[in-house]
């Protein structure tokens, strides 16, 4: 059975900084490709960072880019989103997802956490 789990979310001031962490198991961890996405209030979802297998590929929606950095240690099973200077528009649950592709489509996850809660204050 395939579990997702993050953490790390919270509460932070806008230009503050969290760190999001999130451990997949039940799967072939280095043979899959992880991405975070994220939901804020009233929008839809959308991908803002993807990572391969290797690690040697990453992406990253427009408005992350510079702030944003998706990390992976494949001996620890776990992916990491390290999200500085922050804005109130960053608000949103995130979740982290497990797929075969690397990217930032959705459908390609067949596997997803509950998600972690980050609130930036303005």
């Known amino acids: 059975q395939v579990q997702v789990v993050e953490s790390g979310g919270g509460l932070v001031q806008a230009g503050g900084s969290l760190r999001l962490s999130c451990t997949a198991s039940g799967l072939t961890f280095d043979k899959y490709a992880m991405a975070w996405f994220r939901q804020g209030p009233g929008k839809e979802r959308e991908g803002v960072s993807s990572?391969?297998?290797?690690?040697?590929?990453?992406m990253y929606t427009d408005s992350v880019k510079g702030r944003f950095t998706i990390s992976r240690d494949n001996s620890a099973k776990s992916i990491y989103l390290q999200m500085n200077s922050l804005k109130p528009e960053d608000t949103a649950m995130y979740y982290c997802?497990?797929?075969?592709?690397?990217?930032?489509?959705?459908?390609?996850?067949?596997?997803w956490g509950q998600g972690t809660q980050v609130t930036v204050s303005s």
């Open positions: 997802a497990a797929g075969r592709e690397y990217g930032l489509v959705a459908g390609t996850y067949p596997y």
């Open positions: 990572i391969s297998w290797s690690g040697g590929f990453k």
